[in-house]
């Protein structure tokens, strides 16, 4: 890939745009919400491609980065693929790779032990706008959300 120098510097001087997040609060426990989680994505059709157990990362490495702060009591993020919606939205612009696989997370704070946070990233209008229908439906569906 070529960039001109113009090109790269407005790149690295824009940075990285933060995308906002969905999320739902719950009461349930965070191993009901993960149970009703990996239900909701399977009873989809598709397959937990892997958990990444954040939190349990963060709270083993927080000495050795020199911090005493525990940030979440649980905190994992299932990734996971559709390979027809995938198609779908790669088709409608190439681009779209930069969203796959789709990520949910779950997590429970110190400062709120009994609740429960289920959550995506929600994603930019157009074509992605349908793999981000079927994140909130899975993720209300985990959280317990009509």
């Given at each position: 890939?070529?960039?001109?120098?113009?090109?790269a510097?407005v790149a690295?001087?824009?940075?990285?745009?933060?995308?906002?997040?969905?999320?739902?609060?719950?009461?349930?426990?965070?191993d009901d919400?993960?149970?009703?989680?990996?239900?909701?994505?399977q009873?989809?059709?598709?397959?937990?491609d892997?958990?990444?157990?954040?939190?349990?990362?963060?709270e083993?490495?927080?000495?050795?980065v020199?911090?005493d702060?525990?940030i979440?009591?649980k905190?994992?993020?299932?990734?996971?693929?559709?390979?027809?919606?995938?198609?779908?939205?790669?088709?409608?612009?190439?681009?779209?790779?930069?969203?796959?696989?789709?990520?949910i997370?779950v997590?429970?704070?110190?400062?709120?032990p009994?609740?429960?946070?289920?959550?995506?990233?929600?994603?930019?209008d157009?074509?992605m706008?349908?793999?981000?229908?079927?994140?909130?439906e899975?993720?209300?569906?985990?959280?317990?959300?009509k």
């Open positions: 890939m070529k960039l001109t120098f113009a090109a510097t690295l001087l824009a940075g990285p745009a933060l995308a906002e997040a969905v999320t739902y609060t719950t009461a349930d426990t965070f919400v993960v149970f009703s989680l990996e239900t909701a994505i009873g989809k059709g598709l397959v937990i892997s958990v990444s157990h954040t939190g349990d990362m963060l083993r490495t927080k000495a050795d020199g911090s702060k525990t979440f009591i905190a994992d993020i299932f990734s996971f693929c559709s390979a027809a919606l995938s198609r779908k939205v790669m088709e409608a612009d190439y681009m779209n790779v930069q969203f796959c696989p789709y990520d997370f997590f429970v704070r110190p400062e709120a009994d609740e429960t946070v289920v959550g995506y990233q929600s994603f930019p157009g074509p706008k349908e793999v981000e229908a079927l994140l909130d899975i993720a209300r569906e985990a959280a317990g959300v």
